[in-house]
């Protein structure tokens, strides 16, 4: 730090786009170790096969994410895109290639689990306000009740609804 002006006087350096002080240790080291650990993650999806690709310990990758060092996140998640992005490409290079004895059954279950919201329409987010006033109604017109067994709904007995036996 400057005495005079109270500025830092340490030299910055670019890299990937983000400034950062070239005082920071190993920081070219490291970008470059994470560069190849990505590229890693990139292919595979998952942080231990990536680490062993990348010649990375696998607590390394995990202290990075943590500290989000040299924007390691967004990286991670930019890389991450790039894997769905690749598995979306080869569903359709297999869709296309599908004949009537091939089953797209583990194709589809990789869609499923790397890209819900896109494969897997059954899925809906829950509201759970929404649950909750619903169960207050139900409880309120006498629809519903909580019992030790669980939830248990109006039964209407021989009698009917209004008292009048049925017939």
């Not at 790397?114 to 139900?138: A, F, G, Q």
Request: hydrophobic share 35%.
């Amino acid at each position: 730090m400057d005495s005079d002006s109270g500025k830092s006087t340490a030299e910055t350096v670019d890299v990937g786009g983000v400034r950062y002080a070239v005082d920071t240790v190993g920081l070219r080291s490291t970008w470059d170790r994470q560069s190849r650990f990505l590229a890693e993650y990139a292919k595979c999806r998952t942080k231990a096969t990536a680490s062993k690709a990348a010649g990375v310990n696998r607590d390394t990758v995990h202290s990075w994410e943590v500290a989000d060092k040299l924007g390691f996140r967004h990286r991670l998640a930019a890389s991450d895109e790039l894997f769905t992005d690749s598995l979306e490409d080869f569903a359709h290079y297999i869709a296309r290639q599908l004949g009537p004895k091939n089953s797209p059954l583990l194709l589809i279950t990789l869609l499923n689990r790397h890209l819900p919201h896109l494969y897997r329409p059954n899925v809906l987010p829950t509201d759970e306000k929404s649950k909750e006033v619903l169960k207050e109604i139900r409880q309120l017109v006498g629809e519903e009740k909580d019992t030790p067994g669980g939830r248990v709904g109006k039964v209407v007995g021989s009698a009917g609804v209004d008292g009048a036996k049925s017939t």
